[in-house]
Each structure stands twice: as C-alpha cells, then as structure tokens.
C-alpha cells in the first residue's frame, strides 16, 4: 500500500466495487441502520441502546478496511473534522479526492467513541458526499 495515497493503490475492480456500493448506498437510505432502543430487562436493570448496521454498511465498512482507506492521520486534530461534526455536506462535496478520505476516516472512527455517529453521518449526506467526491465526482444529489 501506498501510505501517502491509498487511492492510488486501488485497482479499476476495486473501484467499480466502491462505485456500486456507493450507488447501493444511495439507493437503500432505509437500509443503512437504525437505534435498538434500551429496554428494561427483569432484575430492573437497562440495555444501552446501540446503533444496528445494515449488511450495506457492514460491506461498506469492510471494504474500507480491507482496502486500507480507514487511514492513519491525527484526525482528532484535523481541522477538517470540524466540517464533519458540523454535517457540512456542501464543504465535503468539495473535497479533494484525498480530503473526501479523510472525511470517511473521520466518520468511521467517531462511531467508536460515540455510538450513532456513523448512521448520523449516512442520514445528513455526509457519507454518499465523501465516498462520491472519493471516486472523483460530486454527488448526484446534495441533501
């Protein structure tokens, strides 16, 4: 792997694959996840609620690891977080190509310190925006 552009290193398979999970993303919004609600259980005590994934975004966050696009950067520091936290769709479908990965990167490791942050970032666009400008065009339709 290329460590300074991961993109590059991806065959044209590889991007067809990205290209028809994007576009099954797009298609399937019902399909991305939803919260389990807590519920009380019988010595009184709760479940936690937690976000379920899809199969879709199970292939999706699969493949991005697989193909080592969860990349390794300061991304708690990265200025460019910010736009993410802030859910601006309009900044992402702007980004370069390697800004769009590291957009994605940023979204899939918030989910691990605050769960749903990943199915927040399906819902308001930020994922189709990024995986789009990642394969080089803006999305079909900004939210």
């Not at 519920?39 to 379920?52: F, I, K, M």
């Not at 605050?114 to 189709?128: T, Y």
Request: with cysteine; aromatic share 8%; glycine share 6%.
């Amino acid at each position: 792997m290329t460590e300074d552009n991961p993109l590059a290193e991806l065959s044209e398979e590889d991007r067809s694959a990205l290209r028809s999970l994007a576009d099954r993303l797009d298609a399937n919004p019902d399909a991305i996840g939803s919260w389990v609600l807590p519920e009380p259980l019988a010595d009184g005590s709760t479940h936690v609620g937690y976000v379920d994934y899809g199969s879709l975004v199970q292939e999706f966050l699969e493949f991005m690891y697989a193909k080592n696009l969860v990349i390794q950067f300061d991304w708690p520091r990265w200025r460019g977080k910010e736009v993410v936290q802030e859910g601006n769709v309009r900044e992402i479908n702007t980004a370069t190509p390697d800004d769009a990965l590291k957009y994605l990167t940023v979204m899939i490791r918030a989910d691990r310190f605050s769960e749903g942050a990943l199915l927040d970032a399906f819902e308001n666009g930020l994922v189709s925006c990024a995986l789009h400008r990642v394969l080089g065009h803006p999305a079909a339709s900004q939210r």
